[in-house]
Protein backbone atom coordinates (compact mmCIF):
# COMPACT_ATOMS: atom_id res chain seq x y z
CA UNK A 1 0.00 0.00 0.00
CA UNK A 2 0.44 3.82 -0.56
CA UNK A 3 2.92 5.31 1.98
CA UNK A 4 0.57 8.61 2.98
CA UNK A 5 1.69 11.80 4.97
CA UNK A 6 -0.23 14.22 6.19
CA UNK A 7 1.03 17.87 7.33
CA UNK A 8 0.30 19.41 9.90
CA UNK A 9 -0.65 16.74 12.07
CA UNK A 10 -2.54 18.92 14.34
CA UNK A 11 -3.02 22.40 15.11
CA UNK A 12 -4.99 25.02 17.36
CA UNK A 13 -6.50 27.61 15.13
CA UNK A 14 -7.94 31.03 15.99
CA UNK A 15 -11.87 31.35 14.46
CA UNK A 16 -11.44 33.80 11.54
CA UNK A 17 -8.10 32.36 10.13
CA UNK A 18 -7.18 29.65 7.63
CA UNK A 19 -5.79 26.15 7.28
CA UNK A 20 -3.88 24.63 4.81
CA UNK A 21 -4.09 20.72 5.43
CA UNK A 22 -1.33 19.03 2.92
CA UNK A 23 -1.53 15.48 1.68
CA UNK A 24 1.21 13.60 0.20
CA UNK A 25 1.86 10.45 -1.28
CA UNK A 26 4.74 8.28 -2.37
CA UNK A 27 3.63 6.96 -5.40
CA UNK A 28 1.37 8.08 -8.20
CA UNK A 29 -2.31 7.92 -7.85
CA UNK A 30 -5.26 8.95 -9.91
CA UNK A 31 -8.54 8.94 -7.11
CA UNK A 32 -7.59 10.88 -3.77
CA UNK A 33 -10.43 12.11 -1.09
CA UNK A 34 -10.56 14.30 1.48
CA UNK A 35 -12.92 13.14 4.75
CA UNK A 36 -13.52 15.07 7.92
CA UNK A 37 -13.70 12.86 11.23
CA UNK A 38 -15.67 14.71 13.57
CA UNK A 39 -15.03 13.80 17.54
CA UNK A 40 -16.42 10.77 18.57
CA UNK A 41 -17.88 10.45 14.99
CA UNK A 42 -18.07 8.19 11.81
CA UNK A 43 -15.79 9.44 8.71
CA UNK A 44 -18.11 12.31 5.81
CA UNK A 45 -16.85 12.48 2.62
CA UNK A 46 -16.01 16.54 1.40
CA UNK A 47 -14.82 16.08 -1.95
CA UNK A 48 -12.64 13.97 -4.36
CA UNK A 49 -9.35 15.74 -5.66
CA UNK A 50 -9.67 15.04 -9.14
CA UNK A 51 -6.05 16.18 -10.90
CA UNK A 52 -5.96 18.93 -13.42
CA UNK A 53 -9.70 19.97 -12.77
CA UNK A 54 -11.83 21.54 -10.14
CA UNK A 55 -12.76 18.73 -7.10
CA UNK A 56 -16.05 17.21 -6.87
CA UNK A 57 -17.97 18.38 -3.44
CA UNK A 58 -20.15 16.65 -1.40
CA UNK A 59 -23.69 17.74 -0.49
CA UNK A 60 -23.33 19.99 2.48
CA UNK A 61 -19.51 21.39 1.49
CA UNK A 62 -18.58 24.23 -0.96
CA UNK A 63 -15.65 25.26 -2.48
CA UNK A 64 -15.06 28.44 -0.83
CA UNK A 65 -15.10 26.75 2.64
CA UNK A 66 -13.09 23.95 1.42
CA UNK A 67 -10.50 24.55 -1.53
CA UNK A 68 -9.27 21.85 -2.95
CA UNK A 69 -5.89 21.69 -5.21
CA UNK A 70 -4.67 19.13 -6.83
CA UNK A 71 -1.40 19.95 -8.91
CA UNK A 72 -0.18 16.27 -9.83
CA UNK A 73 -0.78 12.78 -8.78
CA UNK A 74 1.00 12.42 -5.58
CA UNK A 75 0.37 15.92 -3.65
CA UNK A 76 -3.49 17.58 -2.73
CA UNK A 77 -4.20 20.21 -0.58
CA UNK A 78 -7.56 21.07 1.43
CA UNK A 79 -7.99 24.84 2.92
CA UNK A 80 -10.28 25.01 6.01
CA UNK A 81 -11.73 28.78 5.42
CA UNK A 82 -12.85 31.62 7.75
CA UNK A 83 -12.77 28.67 10.51
CA UNK A 84 -15.17 28.61 13.72
CA UNK A 85 -15.65 26.09 16.03
CA UNK A 86 -17.58 23.97 14.38
CA UNK A 87 -14.81 22.83 11.87
CA UNK A 88 -12.80 21.41 14.95
CA UNK A 89 -12.31 17.99 13.37
CA UNK A 90 -9.89 15.37 12.29
CA UNK A 91 -9.55 15.84 8.72
CA UNK A 92 -8.47 12.83 6.48
CA UNK A 93 -6.69 12.35 3.01
CA UNK A 94 -7.32 8.93 1.65
CA UNK A 95 -6.10 7.45 -1.99
CA UNK A 96 -7.57 4.56 -3.62
CA UNK A 97 -4.84 1.88 -4.57
CA UNK A 98 -5.49 -1.66 -6.45
CA UNK A 99 -9.21 -3.21 -6.98
CA UNK A 100 -11.03 -0.22 -4.84
CA UNK A 101 -9.09 -0.52 -1.38
CA UNK A 102 -8.60 2.75 0.39
CA UNK A 103 -5.76 3.68 2.48
CA UNK A 104 -6.04 6.84 4.74
CA UNK A 105 -3.31 8.89 5.72
CA UNK A 106 -2.49 9.92 9.73
CA UNK A 107 -5.36 12.56 9.84
CA UNK A 108 -4.94 16.44 10.64
CA UNK A 109 -6.43 17.34 14.19
CA UNK A 110 -7.91 21.00 14.13
CA UNK A 111 -8.85 22.59 17.50
CA UNK A 112 -10.69 26.03 17.01
CA UNK A 113 -10.54 28.58 19.35
CA UNK B 1 -27.69 7.90 -2.79
CA UNK B 2 -26.13 5.28 -0.76
CA UNK B 3 -26.65 4.72 2.98
CA UNK B 4 -25.13 2.59 5.12
CA UNK B 5 -26.27 1.77 8.62
CA UNK B 6 -24.50 -0.21 10.66
CA UNK B 7 -25.01 -2.28 14.24
CA UNK B 8 -24.89 -2.58 17.24
CA UNK B 9 -22.85 0.81 18.26
CA UNK B 10 -21.28 -0.91 21.38
CA UNK B 11 -20.07 -4.28 21.64
CA UNK B 12 -18.79 -5.80 24.73
CA UNK B 13 -17.52 -9.32 24.70
CA UNK B 14 -15.31 -11.22 27.41
CA UNK B 15 -11.68 -12.43 25.34
CA UNK B 16 -12.30 -15.51 23.73
CA UNK B 17 -15.68 -14.31 22.70
CA UNK B 18 -17.07 -14.51 19.28
CA UNK B 19 -17.94 -10.81 18.02
CA UNK B 20 -20.47 -9.86 15.18
CA UNK B 21 -20.76 -6.34 13.92
CA UNK B 22 -23.49 -5.95 10.86
CA UNK B 23 -24.02 -3.45 8.22
CA UNK B 24 -27.13 -2.76 5.91
CA UNK B 25 -26.37 -1.07 2.37
CA UNK B 26 -29.26 0.82 0.15
CA UNK B 27 -27.66 1.10 -3.32
CA UNK B 28 -27.61 -2.17 -5.25
CA UNK B 29 -24.95 -1.05 -7.31
CA UNK B 30 -22.42 -0.94 -4.61
CA UNK B 31 -20.01 -3.54 -5.07
CA UNK B 32 -17.03 -3.12 -3.04
CA UNK B 33 -17.71 -3.62 1.33
CA UNK B 34 -14.23 -3.12 3.06
CA UNK B 35 -14.01 -2.78 6.77
CA UNK B 36 -11.61 -0.50 8.93
CA UNK B 37 -10.63 -0.73 12.78
CA UNK B 38 -9.27 2.76 14.00
CA UNK B 39 -8.14 2.52 17.28
CA UNK B 40 -7.75 5.88 19.58
CA UNK B 41 -5.80 8.51 17.89
CA UNK B 42 -5.13 6.72 14.87
CA UNK B 43 -5.57 6.06 11.30
CA UNK B 44 -8.32 3.82 10.04
CA UNK B 45 -6.80 0.73 8.80
CA UNK B 46 -8.31 -1.71 6.27
CA UNK B 47 -8.70 -4.95 7.60
CA UNK B 48 -10.76 -7.32 5.73
CA UNK B 49 -13.03 -6.40 2.30
CA UNK B 50 -15.20 -8.28 -0.01
CA UNK B 51 -16.31 -7.47 -3.34
CA UNK B 52 -20.54 -7.97 -5.02
CA UNK B 53 -18.99 -11.41 -6.38
CA UNK B 54 -18.06 -13.36 -3.53
CA UNK B 55 -20.22 -14.60 -0.58
CA UNK B 56 -17.73 -15.10 2.21
CA UNK B 57 -13.61 -14.14 2.78
CA UNK B 58 -12.13 -15.07 5.73
CA UNK B 59 -8.29 -13.56 7.09
CA UNK B 60 -7.35 -16.20 10.02
CA UNK B 61 -9.53 -14.75 12.73
CA UNK B 62 -11.79 -12.67 10.72
CA UNK B 63 -14.31 -12.84 8.16
CA UNK B 64 -16.72 -11.30 6.08
CA UNK B 65 -19.82 -12.17 4.86
CA UNK B 66 -21.86 -10.91 2.63
CA UNK B 67 -25.76 -11.00 1.20
CA UNK B 68 -26.54 -9.43 -2.23
CA UNK B 69 -30.30 -9.94 -1.78
CA UNK B 70 -30.34 -8.59 1.52
CA UNK B 71 -28.00 -5.82 1.19
CA UNK B 72 -26.73 -6.53 4.14
CA UNK B 73 -22.76 -7.79 4.72
CA UNK B 74 -21.31 -8.54 8.38
CA UNK B 75 -17.74 -8.96 9.81
CA UNK B 76 -17.20 -11.49 12.33
CA UNK B 77 -14.20 -11.96 14.87
CA UNK B 78 -13.77 -15.07 16.04
CA UNK B 79 -11.20 -15.72 19.87
CA UNK B 80 -11.56 -12.06 20.67
CA UNK B 81 -8.22 -10.62 22.40
CA UNK B 82 -8.03 -7.26 24.17
CA UNK B 83 -6.03 -5.95 21.60
CA UNK B 84 -9.24 -6.61 19.03
CA UNK B 85 -10.75 -3.27 20.84
CA UNK B 86 -11.28 -0.54 18.75
CA UNK B 87 -13.74 1.50 16.40
CA UNK B 88 -14.86 -0.78 13.65
CA UNK B 89 -16.28 0.84 10.66
CA UNK B 90 -18.09 -0.81 7.11
CA UNK B 91 -18.53 1.10 4.27
CA UNK B 92 -19.65 0.54 0.34
CA UNK B 93 -18.80 1.88 -2.49
CA UNK B 94 -20.08 1.28 -6.14
CA UNK B 95 -16.98 1.43 -8.74
CA UNK B 96 -13.27 2.38 -8.63
CA UNK B 97 -12.86 6.03 -8.81
CA UNK B 98 -15.61 6.61 -6.17
CA UNK B 99 -15.48 7.31 -2.70
CA UNK B 100 -16.78 5.02 0.67
CA UNK B 101 -19.62 5.88 2.61
CA UNK B 102 -19.13 5.07 5.72
CA UNK B 103 -21.37 3.12 8.50
CA UNK B 104 -21.55 5.05 12.03
CA UNK B 105 -19.28 2.85 13.47
CA UNK B 106 -19.11 0.34 15.94
CA UNK B 107 -16.98 0.56 19.29
CA UNK B 108 -15.55 -2.70 20.60
CA UNK B 109 -14.83 -3.47 23.79
CA UNK B 110 -12.90 -6.69 24.36
CA UNK B 111 -12.25 -7.78 28.41
CA UNK B 112 -9.70 -10.23 29.70
Known amino acids: SAVISQKPSRDICQRGTSLTIQCQVDSQVTMMFWYRQQPGQSLTLIAT?????????ESGFVIDKFPISRPNLTFSTLTVSNMSPEDSSIYLC??????????FGPGTRLLVL | GENVEQHPSTLSVQEGDSAVIKCTYS??????FPWYKQELGKRPQLIIDIRSNVGEKKDQRIAVTLNKTAKHFSLHITETQPEDSAVYFCAASKMAGTALIFGKGTTLSVSS
Open chain 1, 49 to 57: ANQGSEATY
Open chain 1, 94 to 103: SVEGLGQTQY
Open chain 2, 27 to 32: DSASNY
